[in-house]
């Protein structure tokens, strides 16, 4: 099961900033002597100087131990004794043992966990990929996603990293999705500002082979995470495998911008490409929507945006003359 996990690694570099949750208590700090007499012996300021220094010495120990309370672990076991205090733990193609508590989230992908009885999960365990086993009644919310269900759990996370701040309020969630919106949009537009050549480019690819450049994208699905695993058998792979994971992000963005550019086109063209991104975007958000189609639309149309960029740039490596031969084959 620790195969599978290598398909979702990239869930790290959107999980990381919002999963788990910062303990809301805070270190106390006695308070100063009172001021009911009007005169203080020495003693009494010393005392009082004393306690000042002791808080400030204890908030810079709870401040570096809270950036310790969260687990990153890859390729790599885990075990939390049971006197330790984490904030979250995340787990990637690894086995964790729980004897301790976790105030926040729990996340694990291709692996199993193993709870003792004195474990303790206040926030949401998620196991996609892998198994639990142990004491399940310290765990307050508990989800875990095997075999066809693997794939819309992950791509779920990927999509909705913020399902882990928990936001009861339908009116915060609805801003909170209107300024993603938003954001994407901006980001979009920005992205055929700055790089309108190239983006022009790999949509003119689409434009000229739809079929070919859709097939091509779907390839990419089972390729990409078998070149991933084949990289992470080897520690020399390994920052390979990463800087590839890194790689996948620009390229699912600056593919999905030359889609929503090729087919905003079709009704708006010249200085009016710009509204036809936003059109797009405004169809494919309404498809990432819908129940049962929001992952597979989300998954489909990222992988083919990744193996369109593939095609742009390996189309561009071509000779001139190269290039030429094959234009006037698709005229053909």
Known sequence: MK????????????VLPVLGQTSNGSPQVSDPPSEDNSEKSPNQTQVGISDQENGKIQQEEWMQEEKKQRILKVVNDYELAADEVLTTLIMIAGDAKLQGSVTGNVLVLG??????????????????????SGNMEGVTNLQVSNDWETIPAAVKLVMHPYIFWKIPDKQTSFRLTVAKSVLSVLMYLLIFALFSKPINAIGGVLARRPIGSILFGILMLPVIPLILTLLTLSIIGVPFMLLGLALLFPLAVCGKTAIFLTLGGTIFSGRLKP???IFSYILYFMATSLPYIDWVTFLLVNVISIGLCLLGSISAMLPQDARRNISWAERV
Do not use: R, Y
């Open 3 to 14: 195969d599978l996990a290598i398909i979702f690694l990239l869930l790290i570099f959107s």
């Open 275 to 277: 509204i036809g991104i």
């Open 111 to 132: 692996g199993d966990i193993e709870l003792t009885p004195g474990s303790q999960v206040n926030g949401t365990l998620q196991i996609i990929g892998g198994q639990v």
